[in-house]
T-cell receptor, first 118, second 114 residues
Framework: AQKVTQAQTEISVVEKEDVTLDCVYETRDTTYYLFWYKQPPSGELVFLIRRNSFDEQNEISGRYSWNFQKSTSSFNFTITASQVVDSAVYFCALSEPLIKAAGNKLTFGGGTRVLVKP | DAGVTQSPTHLIKTRGQHVTLRCSPISGHKSVSWYQQVLGQGPQFIFQYYEKEERGRGNFPDRFSARQFPNYSSELNVNALLLGDSALYLC?????????????FGPGTRLTVL
C-alpha cells in the first residue's frame, strides 16, 4: 500500500523566516503524481502543485518552491519569506490508481500545521 | 465559474441516525470523489464515481454508500451513525478522475455525531 509521511506535525516561525515542509512517500508504482495542498482554517483544500514521477526538476512559484528527489522518495516544500497569511495546514498527497480502469485516489500525509507569527 | 459546492455546511446528528451529504461538481467535471477528514488527520478516500459508476472504494464499512446522478452531482449516505463518524467530509471533482486530472475540493460538510 502507498504511504505518505509528514514527520513535522507543527512548525512555528516568525514572519519573513523561511519554512521547509518535509514529505516522504512510498509507492510501488513507476508512474505517479505528487501533490501539495493548503488547508486554511476555513477547511477547504487549496491545490498548490502537482508533479509527475518523471519530472524531477525543482520548481519555484513566487514564494513557493518544491524539491522533488526520487532517489530519496521525498517531495519537500519551502515557503520563502513567510507571511501571516501562510498560516495553515499543509498536506502532501500521492496519487494511487484504483482497481477499475483509469480511476485514481489521493493518499494524504498527516499534514503539517504552519503558524507564522507577526 | 462556480467551484465545487457541498451541502449542508454543518450537521449535527445522534448515534444511530443516518445522514445524506450532497456535492455538486464543477461544470464539465464528470468525476466525484469523497474523502473523510477526522480532526487532526489527513483526508482519507471513501469513494470515487465517474459517469455514475463507482470506480473505487476505500476502507470504509458498508454503512457508507454513495451514488452519482446524471447531472454528475453526488450524494454520500452514512447509516447507523457512530461517534467516530464525526469528521469533515470533503468532495472533490475532476474532469475524469484520472491521476493526471487535478482534483478540486469543496468546502466540506462538518458532521458532528452526538
Amino acid at each position: 500500500a502507498q504511504k505518505v509521511t509528514q514527520a513535522q506535525t507543527e512548525i512555528s516561525v516568525v514572519e519573513k523566516e523561511d519554512v521547509t515542509l518535509d514529505c516522504v512517500y512510498e509507492t510501488r508504482d513507476t508512474t505517479y503524481y505528487l501533490f501539495w495542498y493548503k488547508q486554511p482554517p476555513s477547511g477547504e483544500l487549496v491545490f498548490l502543485i502537482r508533479r509527475n514521477s518523471f519530472d524531477e526538476q525543482n520548481e519555484i512559484s513566487g514564494r513557493y518552491s518544491w524539491n522533488f528527489q526520487k532517489s530519496t522518495s521525498s517531495f519537500n516544500f519551502t515557503i520563502t519569506a513567510s507571511q501571516v497569511v501562510d498560516s495553515a495546514v499543509y498536506f502532501c498527497a500521492l496519487s494511487e490508481p484504483l482497481i477499475k480502469a483509469a480511476g485514481n485516489k489521493l493518499t494524504f500525509g498527516g499534514g503539517t500545521r504552519v503558524l507564522v507569527k507577526p | 465559474d462556480a467551484g465545487v459546492t457541498q451541502s449542508p455546511t454543518h450537521l449535527i446528528k445522534t448515534r444511530g441516525q443516518h445522514v445524506t451529504l450532497r456535492c455538486s461538481p464543477i461544470s464539465g467535471h464528470k468525476s466525484v470523489s469523497w474523502y473523510q477528514q477526522v480532526l487532526g488527520q489527513g483526508p482519507q478516500f471513501i469513494f470515487q464515481y465517474y459517469e455514475k459508476e463507482e470506480r473505487g472504494r476505500g476502507n470504509f464499512p458498508d454503512r457508507f454508500s454513495a451514488r452519482q446522478f446524471p447531472n454528475y452531482s453526488s450524494e454520500l449516505n452514512v447509516n447507523a451513525l457512530l461517534l467516530g463518524d464525526s469528521a469533515l467530509y470533503l468532495c472533490a471533482s475532476s474532469l475524469a478522475g484520472r491521476s493526471v486530472d487535478e482534483q478540486f475540493f469543496g468546502p466540506g460538510t462538518r458532521l458532528t455525531v452526538l
